[in-house]
């Protein structure tokens, strides 16, 4: 065709797609909350993550197996397509992914109506909450409950990101495992492994939340990314790493191991 009448067609179709979408949009009370699911899809690299049973390589070379995945994600915050915020808050944004526990891996939180166009998040346990009395400490931090497998007495510190696996790679009897905490605050140490994961909505699917229907953001977690960053990790040279300088190496990786893939609205 023409050029003409390729822009003619061009403007019509742009036009049309935008009243499309302006009809579509369902309006929003930014009073009303509602709900919006964050799935924590775990994988490993272009494979699902198979605890136990699956097989997989590291940059290393290393093969290993995945048998206990655990992270804390907390304090999130969402911002909208016009640039305000809104803070989860804090009291009921602590999340334990656990995957060998599916009713773990769709954290949900209550937001106001509205479009977002970024999430953010901590993978951890802020310092502020980490020191607090017991008594503020329920539920998913409980430390004589649910995070009974993810804190350290001694220094009252929760396990942020916690991976046990096997891989013929290790010197301590075939076996790995990475306990990762730190929020800064002990007097012995200044080890702060907090991270702040920040995702960009827009390219994937912006989240219509609105009261009355279900919102997804689908999150794929690639933990190969904690063998495979900046700085690689050999299971070999380092098989068990907990509060330790090398820490550090470990939650710079894992940070990097979250992205958006798709919105369900
Ligand atoms: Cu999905």
């Known amino acids: 065709m023409n050029t003409k009448n390729f822009l003619y067609i061009s403007l019509f179709t742009a036009l049309f797609a ?39 390589t590291n940059a290393a070379g290393e093969s290993f197996t995945v048998t206990k995945l655990k992270y804390y994600v907390s304090n999130f915050v969402l911002t909208r397509t016009d640039g305000t915020v809104y803070t989860v808050p804090q009291k009921d944004c602590y999340f334990l992914v656990d995957e060998s526990d599916e009713n773990t891996h769709e954290p949900l939180l209550s937001i106001p109506e509205g479009e977002y166009k970024t999430i953010s ?24 409950g649910v995070a009974s497998d993810m804190y350290w007495t001694w220094n009252s510190g929760y396990i942020f990101f916690k991976m046990e696996g096997t891989s013929p790679a290790s010197t301590m009897m075939g076996e790995y495992m990475y306990h990762i905490g730190g929020f800064g605050g002990m007097t ?49 040279a ?28």
């Open 238 to 265: 380092n098989p068990m790493v907990m509060f330790d300088p090398y820490s550090t190496t470990i939650a710079n990786n894992y940070s990097a191991m979250f992205r958006h893939d798709h919105t369900e609205n």
């Open 188 to 236: 012995s140490s200044t080890i702060n492994n907090i991270k702040k994961v920040t995702l960009d909505l827009t390219a994937r699917g912006v989240p219509q939340v609105k009261s009355g229907k279900s919102t997804n953001i689908h999150l794929m977690v690639d933990v190969l990314k904690m063998f495979n960053g900046s700085s690689n990790v050999s299971i070999a």
């Open 18 to 56: 935008t009243s499309c979408k302006k009809d579509d949009a369902p309006a929003y009370d930014s009073n009303v909350k509602a709900d919006l699911s964050v799935e924590f899809d775990n994988v490993v690299g272009a494979a699902d993550l198979a605890l136990n049973t699956g097989s997989y």
């Open 121 to 144: 998040f901590l993978v951890g346990v802020d310092s502020l909450r980490s020191t607090m009395d017991l008594s503020q400490r329920t539920g998913n931090l409980d430390p004589a």
